[in-house]
């Protein structure tokens, strides 16, 4: 079940991310700083302007999560900004749910195009392989990007 992500999810959220073991420490502090201002932003509301959280459970148990936005300063575009799945779990179609929910939902509110941006290292090839096996076409590689050694690959895919 995909469900808003609740602010009691948090700690689930940041222990599942850091135990797929491919996120740098500035990594989580990044999304642990992330999800607070999604809920501090308005108390009544599920984050900043445009930013949407959810929260996959199976059986009761969280075991992923998606982050996206549409960008203010481009028509009907979005991004992904993170999405992880449980290390037990990946590979069992909960990231795919997660994406597919992202891009419907994008769709639904006019969203025209969704990228998503993810490390060149060698750990995260699967996920560069994930996002190909999802219908997004690699669109940029700015090499060097986060580090020496570690590229920007980025993601298209059209919706609309």
């Known amino acids: 079940m995909i469900r808003p992500t609740a602010r009691d999810d948090v700690p689930r959220l940041l222990e599942l991310t850091a135990a797929t073991g491919v996120f740098m420490r ?5 999304l ?10 308005d108390p009544d509301a599920n ?14 148990r969280i075991v992923g999560f998606a982050y996206y936005a549409e960008t203010e300063y481009a028509d009907r575009t ?6 992880a799945v449980e290390k037990g779990t990946q590979g069992k179609g909960v990231g795919r749910q ?9 769709r639904r509110r006019g969203g025209r195009l ?10 995260y090839e699967p996920t560069r392989r994930f996002y ?10 700015l090499r060097d990007y986060y580090r020496d050694g570690d590229d920007k690959v980025v993601y298209r895919k059209r919706l609309a």
């Open 114 to 123: 969704m990228f998503i941006e993810t490390s060149g290292t060698p750990a």
């Open 32 to 41: 642990e700083g992330v999800l607070a201002d999604h809920f501090t932003s």
């Open 47 to 60: 984050g900043p302007e445009g930013h949407i959280c959810v929260t996959c459970e199976v059986d009761g």
């Open 132 to 141: 190909l096996r999802n219908g997004y076409d690699r669109e940029a590689v």
């Open 78 to 83: 979005w991004f992904v900004w993170w999405v």
């Open 26 to 30: 500035y990594d989580l502090d990044t």
């Open 98 to 106: 997660l994406l597919t929910y992202a891009e419907e939902d994008a």
